[in-house]
């Protein structure tokens, strides 16, 4: 248990959740085989409900958001195949460049509008057929989008950009990490989103506050195939369902709470506005991540996040100037009004530092 003295409040990602009373208790009791031979029948009784909730044929397991981008990328490219994808995404940021390295796909970075593709950004960079041309066979969409801030592309942007990838024979598949919280805070069914997408992956670790474990959904074939690219990843794990017990937990009870950790990031962006050296764009603050900046030239977000951690709040630093932070469960609107009273005090200070330099 945590000294409630001076709890500290952990703003980095909303991957810091811990699991539920009720997940420890289904880890304990979970019915378990060995999965390589599909004989966990915890796991398969999550594969099942994750195709279903997600109006897909079939689902599997793995470790890590980063390794479902990857099975999925290897499952739906040949090596020198063209992925295009958002500029800034998670796959082209920061999954240490396995796309390439593993899958031996060439990214074809393209900026969109704050994390949100349009099929205008995809017919600009696509070719005709040329004997120089690498083939670009699959469009990759970050929904909700992390660097930008948690940002939405929405359902009928979502078909928009199918109806381009399907034109010129190209997949879609969904970067999904936070889908949950897209389709919460449209509130709309999930389904509204993936019926554009071929195949996806979400997280079960993120804010649905699972200890381990994504899902990539797709059709059969799909998922067959990206079963073998797990094993080679060395991704087969035997008796899974410990992981997949609290997973079902999350997709029966876990969704409909992100609806809080949207409000309070709401709360978050708009107190953060009346705080004098930083900036936030409210219009993107959409679901449980906020993202500002610090507009004191002087300033460097590291800098800051190193004071707000003597204070006892973590943020993470994205940028020389720039910070974010996520709302998840565990995280109460006292923690964000106590939260206010630090950036506050810490801008404060940092102003009055800067100008007797
Ligand atoms: C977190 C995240 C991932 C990777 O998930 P890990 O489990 O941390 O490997 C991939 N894509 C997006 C958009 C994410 O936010």
Do not use: F, H
């Given at each position: 248990m945590l000294a409630k003295a001076k709890e500290i409040i952990d703003l980095?990602?909303?991957?810091v959740t811990l699991p539920t009373e009720e997940m420890f208790e289904a880890i304990k009791q979970a019915e378990l085989g060995d999965d390589v031979f599909r004989e966990d029948p915890t796991v398969n009784k999550l594969e099942e409900i994750a195709a279903k909730k997600m109006g897909k044929e079939a689902a599997l397991l793995v470790a890590s958001g980063t390794q479902a981008n990857l099975v999925s990328m290897l499952t739906n490219t040949r090596p020198g195949d063209i992925a295009i994808l958002e500029a800034e995404s998670h796959i082209y940021w920061?999954?240490?460049g396995g796309l390439s390295t593993v899958a031996g796909v060439l990214p074809w970075p393209v900026k969109g509008n704050f994390g949100v593709l349009n099929a205008k950004n995809i017919e600009n960079v696509l070719r005709p057929e040329n004997i120089h041309y690498p083939d670009a066979t699959v469009v990759c969409v970050e929904n909700t989008h992390n660097r930008a801030g948690g940002t939405i592309t929405t359902p009928s942007q979502m078909k928009e950009i199918r109806k381009i990838a399907k034109h010129h024979g190209m997949k879609v598949y969904m970067d999904g990490a936070r889908i949950f919280n897209a389709a919460v805070s449209m509130k709309k069914d999930v389904r509204e989103f993936t019926q554009y997408t071929d195949n996806l992956m979400f997280c079960l670790s993120k804010g649905l506050s699972c200890p381990i474990g994504s899902i990539v959904v797709g059709n059969q074939e799909f998922i067959e195939k990206a079963r073998k690219m797990r094993k080679m990843l060395?991704?087969?794990?035997?008796?899974?369902g410990i992981i997949a017990a609290p997973g079902i937990i999350a997709l029966d009870k876990?969704?409909?709470?992100l609806e809080d950790d949207h409000r309070n990031a709401k709360i978050l962006a708009k107190g953060l506005l009346?705080?004098?050296?930083i900036s936030v764009d409210?219009?993107?603050?959409?679901?449980?991540i906020v993202c500002f900046k610090?507009?004191?030239?002087?300033?460097?977000a590291e800098v800051f996040t190193s004071k707000l951690k003597e204070n006892g709040l973590l943020a993470l630093p994205t940028d020389k100037n720039r910070i974010r932070m996520v709302t998840h469960r565990g995280i109460e609107r006292t923690h964000i009004e106590i939260s206010l009273g630090i950036m506050e005090t810490v801008a404060t200070n940092l102003r009055r530092e800067n100008k007797s330099n």
């Open positions: 980095r990602s909303d991957t920061y999954e240490v060395g991704g087969g794990m035997r008796q899974a876990m969704i409909p709470r009346t705080i004098k050296g409210l219009q993107r603050v959409q679901t449980n610090i507009t004191d030239s002087k300033a460097k």
